[in-house]
Each structure stands twice: as C-alpha cells, then as structure tokens.
C-alpha cells in the first residue's frame, strides 16, 4: 500500500514534465533588429543642411530609433564608451577603402543608450 501512494506523485510529476510549456517571454531588447556591417564612414546631413562625414574608425554600434516624429535620430556608441546623439535628415554608410565591422540597430527610443536627464 505504500508503495502505490509513492507511486501516484512521482507519475503525476513526471506527467507535468511532460506537457510543453510556454517559451519565456521575450525580452524588449529582442524586439530590436541587428545587422554586423564593415563600414569605413558615415555621412549625415544634419538639421541645419550641413553634411558631415565621419569615420567609423572608433565607432562600434549605430542605433537608429524609428519612432522618433520628423527626422532621424542616431545614437553612435564608440569604443572607449563615449557616445553621440545626432538628429539628421539623412544618413549615409560607405564602405569604401579601409571598413570596421560595426553593428547597426534599429530600435525604439525607450531602448537608448544615452543617459536619461531629470
């Protein structure tokens, strides 16, 4: 006998194992789309019409956020941690002569990386 009321637990633990669970939930940074590109320079046209031309030398991510109203706002995250937040409208990847790899994010702009102000 008491061996059968050891027996109902461990079958219907082993049974609960058994049924597929849901997959975690995903994160908000999955939600953001990644691409690795070699680049050697980045020219943008800023708010004012001016063109500025940078090269991606030390340059290690480019987040573009695609749910900022009326121009294009970029987050440049260089490798000893500085960073620069550009409102352009327009942007252009060359991959001319010496390139770097550099990885490239299109996100929202709850997802930035610039410091939040009070």
């Given at each position: 006998m008491k061996a059968w009321k050891f027996l109902v637990p461990v079958s219907v633990a082993a049974a609960l194992a058994m049924v597929p669970q849901d997959p975690a939930p995903q994160s908000?940074?999955?939600?953001?789309?990644?691409?690795?590109?070699?680049?050697?320079?980045?020219?943008?046209?800023?708010?004012?019409?001016?063109?500025?031309?940078?090269?991606?030398?030390?340059?290690?991510?480019i987040r573009l956020f695609e749910d900022h109203?009326?121009?294009?706002?970029?987050?440049?995250?260089?490798?000893?941690?500085?960073?620069s937040m550009i409102d352009a409208t327009e942007f252009h990847v060359l991959r001319s002569g010496t390139?770097?790899?550099?990885?490239?994010?299109?996100g929202k702009l709850a997802r930035m990386r610039f410091p939040r102000l009070p």
């Open positions: 908000p940074a999955s939600t953001d789309q990644v691409a690795i590109v070699p680049v050697s320079e980045f020219k943008y046209t800023t708010l004012q019409g001016a063109d500025r031309v940078l090269s991606a030398r030390n340059v290690v991510e109203p009326h121009n294009i706002r970029l987050e440049l995250i260089y490798e000893n941690g500085d960073y390139t770097r790899e550099v990885k490239l994010v299109r």
